[in-house]
């Protein structure tokens, strides 16, 4: 079965994410709503932290917050492991929160994984992983990063997703 991939371009070069639609059908189908309706286009990676993931889909330069869809069912309990080079959806306290952020794993979060389906044990659904553009993923961890109003983890200098498409379906 061909997965899709989709092809995010950064002012730091390009990240090319193969997804895994057979283990986490809901949440690569939201993403790929994200992608195809432009969301992620002038998005940055709002929060970088070395040794753990980095994070974005959410935010626009200057720490806007862009307007997100419905919620997703969290399928974190799919078995797809928060190892490096995965992508999982970022949320709130509320495991089924999930909406258009999303991260990539720069170390194995094992802590991240699913565990039981309490608020404490479902952890951050996996749904694809990066299959070319890791020594981009790794230039961008190791930005400087800053305090932003209330956030943390926020590079001095933006992190910038021109634009994510689809290459294959």
Avoid at 4 to 17: A, K, M
Avoid at 66 to 87: F, M, Y
């Amino acid at each position: 079965m061909d997965m899709p991939i989709v092809e995010l371009d950064t002012n730091f070069g390009s990240i090319v994410i193969e997804l895994n639609e057979e283990k986490a059908p809901q949440t690569v189908a939201n993403f790929l709503d994200y992608v195809q309706s432009g969301h992620y286009d002038g998005t940055i990676f709002h929060r970088v932290i070395n040794g753990f993931m980095i994070q974005g889909g959410g935010m626009e330069s200057g720490m806007k917050e862009k307007r997100t869809g419905t919620p997703i069912k969290n399928e974190a309990d799919n078995g797809l492991k928060n190892d490096v080079g995965t992508i999982a959806m970022a949320r709130t306290n509320d495991p089924h929160s999930a909406t258009s952020q999303f991260f990539i794993n720069v170390n194995n979060n094992d802590f991240l994984n699913y565990s039981s389906p309490t608020p404490q044990g479902w952890g951050y659904a996996v749904f694809g992983k990066v299959i070319d553009g890791m020594d981009v993923v790794n230039q961008i961890k190791n930005v400087k990063t800053t305090s932003y109003g209330f956030h943390q983890d926020v590079p001095v200098d933006a992190v910038v997703i021109n634009s994510a498409k689809v290459i294959q379906k």
